[in-house]
């Protein structure tokens, strides 16, 4: 798998507060490959967030389901930088019917 294809991959997970995938929120800082494997850090909207496991749980199975049994996944959650809306995606804006204006 390449990164791209991880990425399209937790395009499935969607944060269940709000219906948008973790991708176009901007929660996903990165995704690196590793010798053995991938490491994914990735965020919440907030350290309080009520559905962090959940997304996190839909995170593991989304990327166990798409790489080849034995491939090591790090799932790595950080708060820096901390998320903010200006990090989401123009369709996440669109979805939420966010504007700059």
């Known amino acids: 798998m390449t990164q791209e294809q991880i990425r399209t991959a937790l395009l499935q997970v969607i ?3 709000i219906g948008v995938n973790i991708v176009d929120l901007g929660l996903v800082y990165d995704v690196e490959s590793k010798s053995d494997g991938w490491r994914i850090a990735l965020t919440m909207t907030s350290p309080a967030c009520p559905m962090g496991q959940s997304i996190l749980d839909d995170v593991h199975a989304v990327i166990d389901a798409s790489l080849a049994i034995g491939t090591s996944v790090d799932i790595d959650l950080v708060w820096e930088p901390p998320w903010e809306p200006a990090m989401m995606s123009d369709a996440a804006r669109e979805a939420l ?4 204006d």
Request: net charge negative; no cysteine.
């Open 15 to 17: 944060d269940p507060e």
């Open 97 to 100: 019917g966010w504007s700059d």
